[in-house]
């Protein structure tokens, strides 16, 4: 009876830390939201008054929406394979959840997330730090990549940078066995145990094509609001699509910004200003982080809701527990 009301008492703290834990985040989380758009609301309710804009908006917030989700296939590829089989509503919540974590300064948040939800589900933390890190350099890596598209446009003569994540991308994909064994070297020099196994090598190369159709799929949306703005129509879509991925990879790096809050927007108008006035440009570029952030909250309150109703609020079924040893056995008396 001792030990059953000592477990209840356990149980009940880390219920109360939890619940704690999580109404901090979410806290955080809005406040991050608050800053990010804080300023932003004025120019964007400008825009919305002006004639024929909403369709553009609509299309904007959608195509970036759907830009999301298919964010979530680039982290559950990595995950396939590396413990229990994962349903669609589970890995929902544990990426969605994480993935609010962008709004609050620091990366700390979202793998924490992560780190949580994916022990209910059945992953070690050392698999799940390891895909963290594995999603976050193929983010990384695609969306510079990618800014090779608007590069010449962007940087001239000093596009050549842009070059080297494209080549170590060309290599994981034909290789990415090596992509494991850096992540694994990065564990050991901050003293983390790395898992045993990584994504298989199909699992990487389905999750660096995921990413790079996410990325084209969102940049749609700063080509459509460049449009709405009067940018030439062809000459403005590799700018766009391009200048995107390169502005959020680029100021994700930056990870005391949440979301890479004024980064962002500076790297966004510097593309802008090749087919659009400096000032216009820079309302292209608050106008995307307000539709930017209005999908991926509405999206990822979404998939949430979602997978609250398909999993009974609950993050997975967890593995059958080990019997029960029989009163009288010397196991039981802990």
Known sequence: MTTAT?????????????????????LAATAGLWLSLHDRIGTFADLALRP???????????????????SLLTWRALLTGLGPPTPLP????????????????GRVWGLLAQ??????????NAVMTGVFLLNLMVGTLTGLALGLVCGPALLGGRVWWLALPTGLLVVWFVRPALLGRFVRAALRLARRRPPEAFATDAGMRRSMAAATSSWLVSGLHLWLLAILFGADVPRALPLCVGGFALATALSSLAVVLPDGWGAREAILMLALSAVLPWSTAGAVALTSRVVCTASEVAVAGGALLYARTRTGGGTAARPDPAPVPEPHSPRGER
Do not use: C, D, M, W
Not at 6 to 26: C, D, M
Not at 52 to 70: E, K, M, R, T
Not at 91 to 96: M, P, S
């Open 6 to 26: 000592e477990s209840e008492t356990v149980g009940q703290g880390r219920g109360i830390r939890r619940t704690v834990l999580s109404a901090v985040f979410f």
């Open 52 to 70: 024929h804009s909403v369709p553009y908006l609509l299309a904007a917030f959608a195509v970036n929406g759907v830009g999301v989700l298919i």
């Open 90 to 105: 589970v890995a929902a919540r544990i990426y969605f959840t994480s993935f609010l974590g962008k709004f609050v300064p």
């Open 115 to 124: 780190l949580r939800l994916g022990r209910a589900a059945g992953f070690s």
